[in-house]
């Protein structure tokens, strides 16, 4: 009895300190928090009508939601450094969930504001800069796809509630649907939280010798900042914000204007379709091209991943009215997309070290932020400006093959001199 008592604790401790079961619980975290960003698009329309708003002004608490995600990020990941990511994680996944059951119960723009973009922008935050700052330590040989598949669960937790949440919006209605998925996000996010744990001494020891020399020179952030070759970064990442949440805030309202909303394509209304496919390939690409870069490098697969999204959306445009290619071609730009949430964090540490992962990603995070501002409420403005989405696209297509051309041609040589310079 004695044996079996002891043997219990003993086994259970090992899971928790299993690294692949580590990863598993923040793929759960992630899922929990996914819905607030990735169903958005589902209710700009109820929101404007019960608000009485237009788009542009409702779309505000969608870049509030990304701004107060990124903007205090760093700050965020100081205080999960302090104080642990089990703690702050679940105290994020918390306000996640509390967010919508606040929004459920407002009745005026100003407080939905505070209720989706403040509360929920600052839970989810502490969430995704927490979780892949673990995963960059508990997996120095595979960073790019443990990065990847945490970050694959943000992209496609809203796979599951999708479908789920436009039944309910047609069914119970705006208020209901809030509060009773945000009730189910916050208990499953905090209960997950409660197993996360950080590799120990021995356990980092253990880890592969050559993946962590490769990210032994560490800089804390206030050294970071001060390379060009972070700002490089920066800039890269803002760009592909910007363009891949114009699609993720905007994608309702121009399928709308482009007559393909509503049109049954495989037996599915062509928007929620869309909307289901984009949540897959939003999260498959992260662990894909986390994977593919971990063998034949960054900035390669940054080059390949970026001019995808491009191009796709530039054949997306140009078969705009076609519901079908509408459909498949949204998989194809969100494929082209979504890496950038395992690209970016992995190279920020295979460059400036481990050991201030957390908080040195914080500072990266909000480029996501500003990505928000210029892919939301600006590209709306643009468009009621124009009375047209051609201009809006063009910006997004250039700002990808700007990014993609960055990252073979500058980020790549300077990355390399940097690195060379380090080793000596």
């Known amino acids: 009895m004695t044996t079996l008592t002891q043997t219990a604790p003993a086994s259970a401790q090992g899971l928790l300190r299993n690294r692949w079961f580590q990863l598993f619980i923040g793929l759960v975290c992630m899922m929990a928090i996914s819905s607030p960003q990735y169903v958005w698009t589902l209710f700009t329309k109820p929101l404007t009508a019960k608000l009485g708003v237009p788009l542009s002004e409702l779309q505000i608490t ?30 994020g996944t918390f306000m996640s969930g509390l967010s919508w059951i606040l929004a459920a119960q407002v009745s ?45 669960g943000y992209g496609m937790g809203a796979i599951l509630t999708t479908f ?47 993946a962590i020399a490769a990210g032994t020179h560490d800089l804390a952030p206030r050294q970071m900042l001060r390379t060009p070759l972070f700002w490089l970064m920066f800039v890269m ?59 034949w490098g960054r900035e390669n697969t940054m080059f390949v991943a970026f001019a995808l999204e491009g191009v796709a959306m530039a054949l997306w445009l140009a078969t705009r009215d076609n519901a079908v290619l509408f459909v498949l071609l949204s998989g194809v730009v969100f494929f082209g997309w ?27 995070y909000i480029s996501q932020g500003i990505g928000s501002i210029f892919g939301g409420p600006l590209a709306a403005m643009m468009h009621e400006k124009t009375g047209s989405w051609h201009p809006v696209f063009g910006t997004a297509i250039t700002l990808d093959i700007l990014a993609a051309c960055l990252a073979l041609m500058v980020l790549k040589p300077w990355r390399s001199r940097y690195l060379a310079r380090v080793a000596k």
């Open 62 to 91: 969608f870049s509030m939601l990304i701004v107060l995600q990124t903007f205090f990020s760093p700050f965020q990941g100081s205080l999960i450094e302090r104080f642990g990511a089990r703690r702050l994680i679940a105290i």
């Open 108 to 152: 005026s723009i100003g407080m939905f504001y505070l209720a989706y973009g403040l509360v929920g922008g600052l839970g989810t935050g502490i969430v995704y800069v927490g979780v892949v700052g673990q995963m960059v330590r508990w997996f120095p040989d595979r960073r790019g796809f443990a990065v990847g598949m945490v970050a694959a």
């Open 164 to 210: 789920p949440i436009s039944s309910s919006l047609a069914s119970a209605g705006l208020e209901t649907t809030l509060w009773q998925f945000g009730l189910v996000f916050a208990v499953i996010g905090v209960i997950a939280s409660q197993a996360l744990r950080s590799p120990d001494a021995a356990q980092t020891a253990a880890m592969p010798a050559s």
């Open 237 to 295: 990442m803002t760009m592909m914000s910007t363009s891949g949440l114009m699609v993720t805030s905007q994608m309702a309202t121009f399928a709308r204007d482009f007559g393909v909303a509503n049109v049954m394509v495989f037996g599915l209304a062509a928007l929620p379709l869309a909307l289901t496919i984009d949540r897959l390939t939003n999260g498959l690409t992260r662990p894909f091209f986390g994977w593919v870069s971990d063998r």
């Open 338 to 364: 979504g890496e950038i949430f395992s690209l970016f964090p992995s190279t920020l540490t295979d460059t400036f070290g481990t050991r201030n992962a957390t908080a040195n990603y914080g500072w990266l």
